[in-house]
């Protein structure tokens, strides 16, 4: 994916089959991309959005079912044109201020939003769907990318180390074996088969690498 001022950049693409990593070649034009804080994430009887650069509120979608904080567990509509969500859109429901900006999708589960923020320093939040209230705030000095797995949450540590958390308190539960690599920048990770991919450095190149959760 790309945004705004997207400049081309060398890109591989990579397969990944029984824990190997092999190139295919180069990787096709990416998709172009709005910023996660300019989008309307809805659910099942509520929609959330940013109001301002650290103002995030919840309001009503007039035309679903009663809210219910165990919405499914994905994004519904996330792109919806503003016209058309702003005819559907109803009261305020919560409004949440947040420290720094929305970097990461808002993601629900089990009643529960998770989202990382980023650009002023930044955590992994989770916050009651229902009331707005923190559940937790995991402190990360930017969050742009997470992964949740079963009951708990891959991310980067404040030293962009991979770390996994739990879903429920957001405790320290591990902090992943990366020998001398550290996250990249972007916190590009993908889980599969209890292995995580990611892009990484050792402070001179990059590279893929593969890690034991």
């Known amino acids: 994916r790309y945004y705004k001022g ?3 950049s060398p890109a591989k693409l990579i397969k990944i089959d029984n824990g190997q990593m092999s190139e295919l ?3 096709n034009e990416p998709i172009k991309e709005i910023y996660n ?6 659910f099942d009887g509520f929609c959330v959005r ?3 650069p650290f103002m995030m509120e919840c309001k009503e979608i007039l035309d679903s079912a009663e809210f219910k904080s165990e919405a499914k567990d994905e994004n519904l509509n996330a792109n919806l044109p503003p ?9 305020t429901i919560w409004r949440l201020k947040l420290g720094a900006y929305l970097y990461t999708p808002v993601c629900l589960r089990e009643g529960v939003l998770y989202f990382g923020t980023a650009g002023k320093g930044g955590d992994l939040y989770a916050v009651d769907a229902k009331s707005g209230e923190v559940v937790f705030k995991f402190k990360t000095s930017g969050t742009e990318h997470f992964v949740c797995i079963k009951d708990q949450i891959l991310l980067a540590s404040r030293k ?8 429920k308190d957001g405790l320290l539960l591990k902090e992943i074996e ?3 690599f550290s996250l990249s920048a972007d916190q590009i990770m993908l889980v599969s088969g209890g292995r995580l991919y990611a ?6 190149k990059i590279y893929a690498v593969c890690a034991e959760i």
């Open 6 to 8: 997207y400049i081309n």
């Open 25 to 27: 070649g180069v990787a």
């Open 37 to 42: 804080d300019a989008k309307t994430y809805e």
């Open 50 to 52: 940013m109001s301002s």
């Open 83 to 91: 016209k058309e969500q702003g005819a559907r859109i109803g009261k």
């Open 160 to 167: 962009n180390m991979p770390v996994l958390i739990s879903a």
């Open 178 to 180: 990366f020998e001398k």
């Open 199 to 204: 892009v990484a450095n050792d402070g001179a």
